[in-house]
């Protein structure tokens, strides 16, 4: 069993920037993947990185802005999200799973709460 907690979301103005944080317990070297989600629309891919902290992937339109690191020693990965754009607002989540690449959410066994993220213009 897995349990994620997310925290660092919040109100930014477009071209700031927010760090995600996600919480890991139990047991933590899996993959771990942050995808979000806006209103009314589907779940969609944002980035993930192998539970050794080796490879990353990202999705095409977070590329060059959005980071993904993690902290093994702390059980904890990180999104830094740089030069917000309005349609990065959404609920973001954390997910933990065995394969990889995981770009699709039913290839993830655990999930967190979300964090709201919005950006205003």
């Known amino acids: 069993q897995v349990q994620l907690v997310e925290s660092g979301g919040g109100l930014v103005q477009t071209g700031g920037s927010l760090r995600l944080s996600c919480a890991a317990s139990g047991r933590t070297f899996y993959n771990i993947g942050w995808f979000r989600q806006a209103p009314g629309k589907e779940r969609e891919f944002v980035a993930a990185i192998r539970g050794s902290g080796g490879n990353t992937h990202y999705a095409d339109s977070v590329k060059g802005r959005f980071t993904i690191s993690r902290d093994n020693a702390n059980n904890t990965v990180y999104l830094q999200m740089d030069s917000l754009k309005s349609e990065d607002t959404a609920s973001y989540y954390c997910?933990?799973?065995?394969?990889?690449?995981?770009?699709?959410?039913?290839?993830?066994?655990?999930w967190g709460q979300g964090t709201q993220v919005t950006v205003s213009s």
């Open positions: 997910a933990a799973g065995r394969s990889w690449v995981g770009v699709r959410a039913s290839s993830y066994l655990y």
